[in-house]
């Protein structure tokens, strides 16, 4: 029985209008949409590949975060998780990548997992350090950035993106822990029964408290929204007159229509 | 502030990512060293100490080999801060130092204050200022944020380091990008899609627009990522680095690797419902508006006069 790991974040919609919150140290998490984040679509997508091609396999997907986090987790479960592990933490946001990765591999050290999945980055906080860290501190490989992945005989072979758009060709035996890039497969949409299914799926909760988490190394002083560089134009209005202001830009701006 | 620098090389060559480090260790007014897997035959232009490890004995890729030498330099060196590039190098090496170095890693940093460090978040809408309470700390620089200054020519003073063991990570080459495609360092016009497409049907009026322009259509990564365009027609960090003299970003965020493929591009006019989208950072011109009405009816415009 191979026994898989996938760990994803709950993050708002990137679209969303960003506020910062009243202590000033993040955004104000009220009226805003939350999804998975991106990166773990393709690290749930590939789990559930891998899983699908042993066989014999259990897939759970494990998640830190307050309540709310527990929808995202279900989304993992419709796309074919088996089950669900929630480290219920209302004050995540203000944990640093080593205790968050401190936490992980305290878990993942009770379960012995083959192979861990996670995204690269995560949207919001984007440090790409977690889950080097959980791997660091569990003593196996790492590889991360990937764009293509298999796996055969305990062995993962994989491509890392690089700058420029080549590729590093590159491999390892589990147990390892891979960190999935945009454009790593297509993550499937969950369809209802899915849907209906996942909702019966073990989906347990335990504290925070309960994984040892160590002491905070870096702390937010401040956040703040960027300044606004520049005097680019806004137009804004019907799209006829929008169209028509654009044509006068292009041909008074540029020479691309002389 | 004693400062190491870990300069990053790839296929034969120093990246220029090396200058960049060497501006941050400028601006910080430190003493800088350089780590480095590389060659003889490409130094950096920097006139410190350059501990230098034989990447033909090391391996380009050998994160456990590449770790060994740095924590050796590292104890040698007794740094406050270790720097690295926010590149597929410095992301993948960095926390395995910092681990065990016990030190914080702050990811991504685009400025610094006395004793602070601040990084972006939320696709560049945000700014995190960040205080670190650790005696060493690991940074690694988002690209393009420490331009570096014209650098008078200089000699760094090599110290050798011996060879490292293979690792728990096998690594057997490189697969270049996809050959052949669209060259769009020449287009002097470029209308580029972005997620806010929709449907890959929607490609075809970005297309219209680029014709009507005598120019180009590109593509951001999620576009390429879902196979609607193909990889050649990506702009970005992984993709073409372009300059037409005119740029319609098309529905595009704006996220960071996909500026700095455009962001040299002499006009640049966004559409995108979103008006914080951080796209609007580096357009002369942002029209608030849905694509799939705006961009049919100028293309109209255009090609009726």
Not at chain 1, 41 to 68: D, F
Not at chain 1, 124 to 147: F, H, K, N, W, Y
Not at chain 2, 97 to 121: F, G, R
Request: net charge negative.
């Amino acid at each position: 029985m191979m026994n898989i790991l996938v760990c994803i974040k709950q993050v708002p919609d990137m679209e969303s209008r960003f506020k910062v919150n009243a202590a000033g140290n993040w955004y104000e998490d009220t009226d805003l949409a939350w999804r998975m984040n991106e990166y773990d679509e393709y690290a749930v997508e590939q789990a559930v590949q891998l899983k699908e091609q042993v066989g014999a396999a259990e897939l759970t997907v494990l998640c830190i975060g307050p309540e709310r986090v527990k929808e995202t987790m279900k989304k993992a479960l419709a796309m074919g998780a088996d089950k669900g592990m929630h480290i219920l933490d209302p004050d995540s946001h203000q944990r640093d990548p080593m205790t968050i990765a401190a936490v992980i591999a305290d878990y993942v050290r009770q379960h012995n997992f083959d192979l861990i999945f996670t995204g690269m980055q995560s949207q919001d906080r984007g440090s790409a350090q977690v889950g080097v860290l959980v791997a660091e501190m569990l003593g196996i490989p790492s590889l991360t950035t990937l764009v293509e992945f298999s796996y055969a005989d305990g062995t993962i072979s994989a491509k890392r993106e690089l700058e420029g758009g080549s590729r590093a060709l590159v491999s390892c035996n589990t147990p390892a822990l891979v960190t999935c890039q945009l454009g790593l497969n297509k993550p499937r949409y969950p369809t209802l029964p899915n849907i209906m299914k996942a909702k019966k799926k073990e989906l347990l909760t335990a504290p925070l408290a309960d994984f040892s988490p160590p002491e905070l190394q870096q702390q937010t002083v401040a956040v703040f929204l960027p300044e606004k560089r520049g005097g680019g134009l806004i137009l804004e209005g019907d799209p006829a007159e929008l169209a028509e202001q654009l044509l006068k830009i292009i041909k008074d701006k540029t020479t691309v229509l002389a | 502030m004693k400062i190491l620098l870990v300069g990053e090389y790839r296929e034969g060559k120093t990246l220029g990512t090396c200058a960049e480090l060497i501006e941050f260790a400028s601006r910080m007014g430190g003493e800088a060293a350089m780590f480095l897997v590389g060659s003889k035959n490409t130094l950096p232009n920097f006139s410190g100490n350059l501990y230098l490890a034989d990447s033909a004995g090391v391996g380009e890729f050998n994160p456990d080999g590449h770790k060994k030498l740095l924590l050796e330099v590292i104890a040698k060196e007794q740094p406050q801060l270790v720097v690295f590039p926010h590149s597929s190098y410095g992301w993948d090496l960095a926390p395995r130092i910092a681990l065990v170095l016990k030190a914080a890693q702050v990811s991504e940093v685009v400025d610094l204050t006395e004793d602070t460090l601040i990084v972006p978040s939320c696709n560049s809408k945000l700014r995190r200022q960040v205080k670190v309470k650790t005696a060493l700390t690991v940074v690694t620089l988002q690209a393009g944020a420490f331009t570096p200054q014209d650098q008078a020519s200089a000699t760094p003073h090599i110290i050798e380091l011996a060879g490292a063991e293979p690792g728990t990570i096998n690594f057997s080459g490189y697969e270049a990008a996809a050959a052949g495609g669209v060259d769009l360092s020449k287009a002097k016009v470029i209308v580029s899609a972005g997620r806010g497409i929709g449907k890959p049907e929607n490609l075809s009026m970005i297309d219209a627009l680029a014709k009507a322009l005598n120019g180009e259509y590109a593509a951001s990564r999620p576009v390429v990522d879902a196979d609607w365009a193909e990889h050649s027609r990506q702009v970005g960090t992984t993709g073409q680095t372009v300059a037409p003299k005119l740029y319609i970003a098309c529905g595009i965020s704006g996220a960071i690797q996909h500026l700095a493929g455009m962001k040299k591009s002499e006009f640049v006019i966004a559409i995108n419902t979103d008006k914080d989208a951080p796209i609007g950072e580096v357009a002369d011109v942002l029209a608030v508006a849905d694509l799939k009405q705006l961009v049919p009816l100028l293309t109209e415009r255009i090609t009726s006069g």
